[in-house]
């Protein structure tokens, strides 16, 4: 079955530092890829998307995303983090249409 | 303008009865998700709906789910016979877009219990 890996639960940066957080999706065809964020008084918000054409996609909040097929990964870059993007965030992966897949998520926590 | 909203926004239930949840789109939104989020299973799409037709429901988890979704607006999840693996968030989200191509907002969810 197809799926979508994060591999890291929880990560901690310091306020201003930069930030990749890691997903990995099973090789196949190539998906239409997302990153979500959900924050406690936000609830879940899109933040990027890949379908195709350009590797290095941008999005809200000063986040990208960069596809790279040969490593099957679509990591999630900020260049300076601030303490409102502490959340979870979501990897996401739509094989089919009606195939879609989320990773387990990743806590981020900003220390001042 | 108004977002999408769900209700109610929490439900407790006892085993074996049925729900009904509720979701209003972003009015002109003609996509229509619902997913759902508990500690076991994560976040998992359950279905989605363009205009009024779901084109595969493959995503519900069993027949006790359905959803239907009148005037291309309204969207109703049902969950029949409930049972304590159904307690989750379920969350909706709506999009001006066809398929996946648009930008989702969701919903704030409904919590549900089933005890």
């Known amino acids: 079955a197809q799926s979508v890996t994060q591999p890291d639960i929880h990560i901690t940066v310091s306020e201003g530092a930069s930030l990749e957080l890691r997903c990995n999706y099973s090789y196949g065809a190539t998906p239409y890829l997302f990153w979500y964020v959900q924050s406690p008084g936000q609830g879940l918000q899109l933040l990027l998307k890949y379908f195709s054409g350009d590797t290095l996609v941008q999005g809200i909040k000063g986040f990208e995303a960069e596809f790279k097929r040969s490593q099957s990964s679509f990591n999630l870059r900020k260049p300076s983090v601030h303490w409102s993007d502490a959340a979870e965030y979501f990897c996401?992966?739509?094989?089919?249409?009606?195939?879609?897949?989320f990773g387990a998520g990743t806590r981020l926590t900003v220390k001042p | 303008g108004a977002g999408v909203s769900q209700s109610p926004s929490n439900k407790v239930t006892e085993k074996g009865k049925d729900v009904e949840l509720r979701c209003d789109p972003i009015?002109?939104?003609?996509?229509l998700y619902w997913y759902r989020q508990s500690l076991g299973q994560g976040l998992e799409f359950l279905i989605y709906f363009q205009g009024n037709s779901a084109p595969d429901k493959s995503g519900l988890p069993s027949d006790r789910f359905s959803a239907e979704r009148t005037g291309g607006s309204v969207s109703t999840l049902t969950i029949q016979r409930t049972q304590q693996e159904d307690s989750a968030v379920y969350l909706c989200a709506s999009s001006p877009g066809s398929g996946w191509g648009g930008t989702q907002y969701f919903g704030p969810g409904t919590r549900l219990t089933v005890l």
């Open positions: 996401a992966a739509n094989y089919n249409n009606n195939d879609m897949r």
């Open positions: 009015s002109g939104h003609t996509a």
